[in-house]
């Protein structure tokens, strides 16, 4: 009986043991009762051990791709690739799988001869080390019969007609049969090293984009650091905004996304040379002071706020279909597609460069003109590139199937919930409250 009770008790006792204790024993039944907590350093450790192995894994596989690429290159003599060289150098040449995938390659597997059956491709006439091969006839073949002799006619009653012989064939043998294979081949095998190219490298930005989706779940807030403008690290300005059009634009506008950031780079760069344009009509004339001086206003002016009105509300319109985002890039676009316009025109003495202020200069000095109307050709692609994105973007647009209704329920959703504006209105609702207090 007393052992009974032991036995049934034993346990229960042992876990209000384990859980009321101050530190976590040893033993082993306390531990299968008790989780042990682990620190958020650990946990960490942990989910940056399994990223590094998951990399360690990915950079194999493409070593491994990388190997039989490079293998078969050196077979065809085709070019080598950088981007194989620097894969098998990132894990130092050690790829597992390259012997077992080199045994299976069609392309490496040789034509090993046989002396078991006669033919052609055994046979070496230039061998004089050994005869040629007697035939074996298969087993289970019907024997041949005996041929008996006949009786021949005599040659001179029987004179066969000469007809001309047919062209002997050119293939003698297995060394002909690979080269006309290798020579077929070879242009097959280089078009399935550009797919396998093209393959690794969406396969490449996938795991990229993978790995980033990762991170922003697990809340790795290193990655989501601000990354634009590119400064140097040792700068004291830091970079204002997040952008990275391959991770956060999807794929089908990816393409547009990057031709509207080129083009705000392009007229960036057409205001910077339109500064020093108007440098040079100033040191040909002194009375061009006011041009000089927009010029230098023009380029501080529009280079950052065209980024901030136009491309930011571009960019994120296309990352979350945001109508309201589209509507506020139209307007401002369209402006500024006016001013591109206005820049090619050049009126005399508004700082552009364009073609009137071109024309003009062109009669005092040929040196700054020509400057002058290199910068008019740039405001006139500028203008150009423009009007044309602006038509694209707009037929896009009108494809999602967005309207003004649902750009106002975005701006309304977005007001009322952002907690400054509803801190702010709490406060205005509160002083007039206060106020109408007072006054009763």
Same mark, same amino acid.
């Given at each position: 009986?007393?052992?009974?009770?032991?036995?049934?008790?034993?346990?229960?006792?042992? $876990?209000?043991?384990?859980?009321?204790?101050?530190?976590?024993?040893?033993?082993?039944?306390?531990?299968?009762?008790?989780?042990?907590?682990? #620190?958020?350093?650990?946990?960490?450790?942990?989910?940056?051990?399994?990223?590094?192995?998951?990399?360690?894994?990915?950079?194999?596989?493409?070593?491994?791709?990388? !190997?039989?690429?490079? %293998?078969?290159?050196?077979?065809?003599?085709?070019?080598? *690739?950088?981007?194989?060289?620097?894969?098998?150098?990132?894990?130092?040449?050690?790829?597992?799988?390259?012997?077992?995938?080199?045994?299976?390659?069609?392309?490496?597997?040789? %034509?090993?001869?046989?002396?078991?059956?006669?033919?052609?491709?055994?046979?070496?006439? &230039?061998?004089?080390? @050994?005869?040629?091969?007697?035939?074996?006839?298969?087993?289970? !073949?019907?024997?041949?019969?005996?041929? =008996?002799?006949?009786?021949?006619?005599?040659?001179?009653?029987?004179?066969? %007609?000469?007809?001309?012989?047919?062209?002997? #064939?050119?293939?003698?043998?297995?060394?002909?049969?690979?080269?006309?294979?290798?020579? =077929?081949?070879?242009?097959?095998?280089?078009?399935?090293?550009?797919?396998?190219?093209?393959?690794?490298?969406?396969?490449?930005?996938?795991? @990229?984009?993978?790995?980033?989706?990762?991170?922003?779940?697990?809340?790795?807030?290193?990655?989501?650091?601000?990354?634009?403008?590119?400064?140097?690290?040792?700068?004291?300005?830091?970079?204002?905004?997040?952008?990275?059009?391959?991770?956060?634009?999807?794929?089908?506008?990816?393409?547009?996304?990057? #031709?509207?950031?080129?083009?705000?780079?392009?007229?960036?760069?057409?205001?910077?040379?339109?500064?020093?344009?108007?440098?040079?009509? &100033?040191?040909?004339?002194?009375?061009?002071?006011?041009?000089?001086?927009?010029?230098?206003?023009?380029?501080?002016?529009?280079?950052?706020?065209?980024?901030?009105?136009?491309? @930011?509300?571009?960019?994120?319109?296309?990352?979350?279909?945001?109508?309201? *985002?589209?509507?506020?890039?139209?307007?401002?676009?369209?402006?500024?597609?006016?001013?591109?316009?206005?820049?090619?025109?050049?009126?005399?003495?508004?700082?552009?460069?364009?073609?009137?202020? #071109?024309?003009?200069?062109?009669?005092? *000095? $040929?040196?700054?003109?020509?400057?002058?109307?290199?910068?008019?050709? &740039?405001?006139?692609?500028?203008?150009?590139?423009?009007?044309?994105?602006?038509?694209?973007?707009?037929?896009?647009?009108?494809?999602?199937?967005?309207?003004?209704?649902?750009?106002?329920?975005?701006?309304?959703?977005?007001?009322?919930?952002?907690?400054?504006?509803?801190?702010?209105?709490?406060?205005?609702?509160?002083? !007039?409250?206060?106020?109408?207090? @007072?006054?009763?």
């Amino acid at each position: 009986m007393e052992s009974v009770v032991k036995s049934a008790f034993r346990a229960p006792v042992k $876990q209000l043991q384990c859980c009321i204790s101050a530190d976590f024993p040893k033993d082993k039944d306390c531990q299968a009762l008790v989780g042990c907590v682990k #620190s958020p350093a650990e946990q960490n450790q942990r989910i940056q051990g399994k990223k590094s192995k998951r990399d360690v894994d990915y950079a194999q596989r493409k070593a491994e791709r990388a !190997a039989i690429r490079t %293998h078969i290159r050196e077979k065809y003599q085709l070019p080598k *690739n950088k981007v194989d060289k620097k894969q098998l150098e990132a894990i130092a040449g050690k790829v597992k799988m390259l012997q077992a995938h080199v045994a299976v390659d069609p392309a490496v597997v040789q %034509h090993k001869p046989s002396t078991e059956y006669a033919t052609l491709d055994v046979y070496n006439p &230039f061998d004089n080390q @050994r005869p040629p091969p007697p035939y074996q006839p298969q087993p289970g !073949a019907q024997p041949t019969p005996p041929v =008996t002799k006949v009786p021949q006619p005599p040659a001179s009653a029987m004179q066969p %007609h000469k007809k001309p012989s047919p062209p002997e #064939s050119k293939n003698y043998g297995s060394y002909g049969t690979q080269q006309h294979w290798e020579s =077929t081949a070879a242009p097959a095998t280089a078009e399935l090293l550009k797919r396998q190219e093209e393959l690794n490298r969406k396969a490449e930005e996938l795991d @990229r984009r993978e790995r980033e989706l990762q991170n922003a779940a697990l809340g790795n807030a290193a990655i989501r650091q601000n990354n634009w403008p590119p400064l140097p690290s040792f700068c004291p300005v830091k970079p204002c905004f997040y952008q990275d059009i391959p991770v956060e634009i999807p794929m089908e506008f990816q393409k547009t996304v990057s #031709s509207m950031y080129y083009l705000w780079m392009a007229s960036t760069v057409t205001l910077f040379l339109n500064f020093l344009a108007s440098l040079a009509w &100033f040191c040909v004339d002194t009375t061009a002071g006011s041009g000089f001086g927009l010029s230098i206003l023009w380029v501080l002016l529009f280079t950052p706020c065209s980024f901030l009105c136009w491309y @930011r509300p571009m960019y994120k319109a296309f990352r979350s279909d945001s109508s309201f *985002n589209f509507f506020v890039f139209f307007f401002i676009f369209f402006v500024q597609d006016i001013v591109y316009v206005l820049q090619a025109i050049g009126i005399p003495g508004s700082g552009f460069s364009g073609w009137i202020a #071109s024309l003009t200069v062109l009669r005092k *000095n $040929q040196a700054a003109a020509v400057i002058m109307i290199l910068v008019a050709v &740039f405001f006139t692609v500028v203008a150009v590139l423009g009007i044309i994105m602006l038509k694209r973007i707009h037929s896009m647009y009108r494809r999602t199937g967005a309207s003004f209704q649902k750009a106002q329920e975005e701006f309304a959703t977005g007001v009322f919930s952002n907690q400054a504006v509803r801190t702010a209105a709490a406060n205005v609702a509160t002083g !007039a409250a206060g106020s109408a207090f @007072r006054a009763q």
